[in-house]
């Protein structure tokens, strides 16, 4: 099986009521003994493309509001609006009666869209090097078994100089990014794929300062602006503005043929920050 076949079924949750669905997440995708983010905005995304009269997603609010246990969850949709090009919904997601996840998003029809394009966000320069100063991401050789498990359901090679794991204390201190190429195989990407890549990158502010344990994600934007047209995708994350232990992490995502697919921006905290970056005080 594919991974993008096993990403699809993943997903596949159970439909009890019109707005009303479960699941139980799959194991392949969690960082830990918990859900991946990315993955449980997919989730998500699957619910409410069912529940809405247009089925493309091409804005979503992701709140991570409690940690998701690895047991079934309840996924509830409300529509907000709906206009003759989109719908607004909310999505809910449960677990033993206490909200875990909330998720607003805004959705449309990509095969009805039309207007002009301009204003164009171009591929980084790295994009174009060879590929051989790419490394596949795998950090199981620093210490066996800390890959996530939602890691090693894709393909995907980073720019050696991203490459955290391989650096020791003095070769850190690079800009806190990260940029690869990703795919699942030969499949052209959807957009719950999409949506998983957003959160993909393990965070990006471990290139300049190296480990820091257990960095939570508290909110999640992402915008899908097409569909891709080839399989395999380049992704560019960089982290800015850490703040009081809060950074922003902005994420392009692009197809091989340049069409800016996806972009995203998440709010994240360094635990503990002054202890484990006591230089920066």
């Known amino acids: 099986m594919s991974f993008f ?24 995708y969690f960082v830990g003994n918990t859900p991946h983010g990315g993955y449980l905005t997919a989730v998500m995304q699957k619910a409410i ?4 009269p247009h089925p493309h997603l091409i804005n979503s609010n992701t709140l991570y509001l409690d940690r998701t246990e690895p047991r079934e969850i309840s996924i509830k ?29 805004i959705c449309s029809d990509f095969h009805y869209m039309n207007g002009v394009n301009d204003l164009e966000t171009h591929p980084p320069k790295i994009f174009n090097e060879e590929r051989d100063s790419f490394i596949s991401l795998n950090f199981d050789n620093k210490e066996e078994g800390i890959t996530p498990s939602f890691i090693k359901q894709t393909q995907c ?36 794929v999409l949506s998983f890549y957003s ?13 820091l344990g257990w960095v939570p994600t508290l909110s999640l934007t992402t915008n899908i602006r097409q569909l891709p047209t080839t399989s395999e995708l380049f992704m560019d994350v960089k982290a800015k503005d850490l703040n009081k232990g809060f ?22 905290r360094i635990l503990k920050s002054e ?3 006591p230089h920066l005080i």
């Open 5 to 28: 076949k096993q990403f699809e079924n993943s997903i596949a949750i159970d439909r009890s009521d019109e707005n009303l669905f479960s699941m139980t997440p799959s194991k392949d």
């Open 49 to 52: 493309s069912l529940s809405m």
């Open 77 to 105: 949709v409300e529509k907000i609006r709906e206009s003759r090009g989109s719908s607004v919904g909310q999505v809910s997601l449960i677990q033993d009666d206490k909200l875990r996840c909330m998720m607003t998003g």
């Open 157 to 192: 090679d980073i720019a050696i100089k991203h490459a955290w794991w391989l650096k020791n204390e003095a070769d850190l201190g690079d800009e806190a990014r990260c940029s690869g190429f990703i795919s699942m195989g030969d499949e052209i990407p959807d957009q719950f």
């Open 199 to 211: 959160d993909f990158f393990p965070p990006v502010v471990m290139n300049k300062y190296g480990p």
């Open 247 to 268: 950074f922003e992490q902005d994420c392009q995502i692009w197809d091989l043929n340049k069409n800016l697919v996806a972009t995203s921006r998440q709010l994240t």
């Open 275 to 277: 202890e484990k970056l």
